[in-house]
């Protein structure tokens, strides 16, 4: 299976600066059709994952562009150019290219 | 707007059965692939299967293989799942998403507790 591991597992952060959380996979995320299916989701304590990002860089609908994704291959990128209140709870970065798919450990992002 | 619901969660003991259901609406249910994702207390995401719209595709991870099932009724907007042989660490909320690579819709989950 491939490996997603996010670092840090913690953020601390103040409110309106910066973070970015790192995920890297223990293969290439390129699928056969040329996609890279690596996502973001946002959850919230007692609620379901909310996707942030698709296809790396692709922000959903009603996401606020503080956020953005980047990178590429193995390595990626969620960032969040200022943090609001609302921005904290566990972020998981998500492979859909091999099966069986699978996800980071999480990131738990809080206000210092 | 897109819907997943699901149910037939609840308390269980090991070696149990359970069946899970999760009623789409509000969008073209059988052109979907619909996944199966659970979530143990307190701990992180893992994906347990896959369905095409036709059926005729479906996987599981290793860790339920041979002991649940997916299905689905196009019919009836309906995903389902199975399962058998219930463990204590099969103990988890189960939510259904769609789509399968890339999923952007979940239901609320559905608690399974597999206690004696």
């Known amino acids: 299976d491939v490996v997603m591991t996010q670092s840090p597992l913690s953020l601390p952060v103040t409110l309106g600066q910066p973070a970015s959380i790192s995920c890297r996979s223990s293969?290439?995320?390129?699928?056969?059709?040329?996609?890279?299916?690596l996502n973001w989701f946002h959850q919230r304590p007692g609620q379901s994952p909310r996707r942030l990002i698709y296809?790396?860089?692709n922000r959903d609908s009603g996401v606020p562009d503080r956020f953005s994704g980047s990178g590429s291959g193995t390595d990626f990128t969620l960032q969040i150019s200022r943090v609001e209140a609302e921005d904290v709870g566990v972020y998981y970065c998500?492979?859909?290219?091999?099966?069986?798919?699978?996800f980071g450990q999480g990131t738990k992002v809080e206000i210092k | 707007q897109v819907q997943l619901v699901e149910s037939g969660g609840g308390l269980v003991k090991p070696g149990g059965s359970l069946r899970l259901s999760c009623a789409a609406s509000?969008?073209?249910?059988?052109?979907?692939?619909m996944t199966w994702i659970r979530q143990a207390p307190g701990k992180g995401l893992e994906w347990i299967s896959y369905?095409?719209?036709?059926?005729?595709?479906?996987n599981y991870a290793d860790s339920v293989k041979g002991r649940f099932t997916i299905s689905r009724d196009n019919a009836k907007n309906s995903l389902y799942l199975q399962m058998n042989s219930l463990r204590v660490e099969d103990t988890a909320v189960y939510y259904c998403?769609?789509?399968?690579?890339?999923?952007?819709?979940w239901g609320q989950g559905t608690l399974v507790t597999v206690s004696s």
């Open positions: 998403a769609t789509p399968s690579r890339q999923p952007g819709y």
């Open positions: 509000g969008f073209s249910f059988s052109n979907y692939y």
């Open positions: 369905i095409s719209g036709s059926s005729s595709d479906t």
């Open positions: 293969q290439s995320l390129v699928y056969s059709d040329g996609n890279t299916y």
């Open positions: 296809k790396v860089s």
């Open positions: 998500m492979q859909g290219t091999h099966w069986l798919w699978t």
